[in-house]
C-alpha cells in the first residue's frame, strides 16, 4: 500500500510538471500567460497552493481513527466570499499612414482602480508590468510590421478597404480577493478578413502571483477526462473531437501547445482552443467550461469560493464558453445584416440562434451578469448617431428571453496622456450591485454623466437617483444674472437664490432632460431648468451660451 501511495505521487508531480512546463516559454510565460516555471519552493506554504505534492515520509506514524466530527449541536463553518474588485480596462493606440495605407494597432491590458491598488499591491505590479511587458512586444511587432509593409495588397478595389490593424482587447473574466483572471482576444484585420487567437493571464490577488493550472488543479492528468466529459455534456456536434477520449492526453502534453489559454473563472475554468489547436480541419476557435461543483475534489478550495454575483465581459464575434446553470454553454453576439456602413440586427447564439431586429448599430459589446440566482446578458449596441442601447435577455435556462433594452452606454472611456503616450482607460461593470452606466448630456456641456445601477428582479438596470453626476468638476462663470432654486441634496426644494454675474458656478449633475444641479457659493446646491428651443439650449428664452462663460458646448 505504501508503495503504490509513493508511486502514485510521484506520478502526479510529474504530470503537474510537464503540464506547467508544456505551457510555458522564457520571460514571464508564453503569448498565453501561462508560468514559465513551478513556484519556488519555502518552507512557507505557497498561498496558491504547492502544484508539487510532497512525497510521504519513510516512517509514517501509525493510523487512527479520525475524531468524531458530526456533532449536530455545533455551529456550522462560516465560507468566506471574496471580495469583488473593480478593475479598470487601459488601452494605447498607435497609428500611422504607409504606402496610402492606415495601419492601426491597439494594445489593451489591466489595472487596479482607486484604492485597490493600495490594498493589493503585489496584484497592482503585477498588472503594471504585464500591461507593459505587452505593450513593448506588440509595439516592437508593430513597428517591424510598418517597416515591412510594401502595400502589395489583395483587396478588390471596388469595395472598402479598411487598412491592417492590430487590436489587443482585455476581458476581466474574474476580480476578487481570491484571484484574478483577464482573457485577451488578438484581432487581427488585413483588408476585410480578420483573424483572431486568444491569450489569459490568471494570478492569486493577494501575491500577484502567477498561476499556474496546477496550482488550481488537484490533479491536472484529469483535465483531458473533464474536458471531454463536458464537451460531451453540452453536445456540442461542431466540435470535431467531442468522442475522442483519447485526443487530449497527446496535446497537453505537448510541449508546442502554444495554442492553450485558460481563465480562473467564478464558478469554474474555461480553457480557450485557438484555431488548428487540434488539426488543419480546426477551423475555429473553442472555449470549454469545467465547472467546480461538477468535480470538487479535482480543485482546490482556495479558489472555488464565489460571490453571489458578479459580471463576466467578453467579445463579440467569437464563441465564449460559460457555466449557464452548470452547464458548459457557448455563448456568440454579433451585429449582422451589413448595409450601407450599419448593421441592422442583433444575434445571439446559444443552444438556438436568435434574431433581434434594430437599426443603425455598427458594435456590440457583450457582459454575461450573474445576479438574483440568474444568468443575464445585456448587450450594448451603438448607432451611427452615437446613441447607445443596451438589450438585456435572460439566458438563464439556456434561451434567451427578452427583458427589455434602454437607452444607456457603458460609463468610463477617458482619454489621457502619460509619458507621451495617449491612452484610454474604461471601468467595466464587474459588480451587478453598484455598476455605472453613462448617458450623453448636453444641458450645459457635451460630457457622459453617470448614475449607479443595480439588477433588479426581472434583469434590468435600476437606479435609485435620478441624477446623472459627473467624475470630474465642470466650473462656469455667470454673464449675466440668474434665478435658481435651492435644494437639498435629496432634490427637494428649499427655496430661491440669485445666481450673480461673475461669480463661479460648478456643474456636478442633471437628469440629462431638463434639470442642472449646480454647485455655489458655501457648497449650496441650486438647480435650474432648460428648455430645448429652436435646435438651442435656452433658460428662460436664453440660449445658454449667453448666459455661462466656459462651455465646452453650447447651441
Known sequence: MKRKLIAFILAAAMLAAMFSAACSKPEGGDRQGNATAAPETT??????????????????????????????????????????????????????????EYIGFTNAGVTLAGDEADAYPALAAALEERFTANDRVNSNEFSE???????????????????????????????????FSVLYSHDYTRGTYTDYYRS???????TGRRLAVADVVTDPSELPRMINEQLELSNDSGFPLEKSSGYYEPYFNDPNCGDFAWTLDYNGITFFFNKGAFGVENAYCYSVFVPFAAYPELFKAEYTTAPESYAVAFPANQNCAFGINGKNTEVFVKASGYMEWTYTMLFVSLDEEYYFDDAEMFE????????????YLYIQTSGMDDSSMIYVLDISNGHAKDCGK????????????????????????????????????????TVDGYKVFGVDANGAPVSEDGLYSFDRIFTFTMLTDLDAVLVDENGAELGSVTLHEGTHVDYVATDAEAVGILRIEGGRLAKITVEHVDYQYCIGGTPIGEIFDGLMYAG
Request: aromatic fraction near 10%; hydrophobic fraction near 30%.
Open 43 to 100: 518552507d512557507e506554504p505557497s498561498p496558491g497552493g504547492d502544484p508539487t505534492p510532497t512525497p510521504a515520509p519513510e516512517t509514517e506514524p501509525p493510523e487512527t481513527d479520525a475524531p468524531e466530527t458530526t456533532d449536530p449541536t455545533a455551529e456550522p463553518v462560516p465560507v468566506t466570499v471574496p471580495t469583488l474588485l473593480h478593475p479598470v480596462i487601459r488601452s494605447k493606440y498607435e497609428g500611422t499612414e504607409k504606402n496610402d
Open 145 to 179: 510590421f510598418v517597416m515591412g509593409f510594401d502595400g502589395d495588397t489583395t483587396h478588390n478595389d471596388d469595395e472598402d478597404y479598411f487598412g491592417h490593424a492590430l487590436h489587443v482587447q482585455a476581458y476581466v473574466r474574474r476580480a476578487d480577493s481570491a484571484a
Open 200 to 206: 489569459a493571464d490568471n494570478f492569486d490577488s493577494a
Open 364 to 375: 456590440v459589446d457583450p457582459i454575461l451578469v450573474h445576479a438574483n440566482g440568474r444568468d
Open 406 to 445: 434602454y437607452p444607456y452606454s457603458w460609463y468610463g472611456w477617458e482619454d489621457y496622456v502619460r509619458d507621451g503616450d495617449y491612452t484610454a482607460a474604461m471601468e467595466p461593470i464587474t459588480d451587478p450591485a453598484a455598476f455605472r452606466l453613462s448617458r450623453r448630456t448636453d444641458l450645459l456641456s
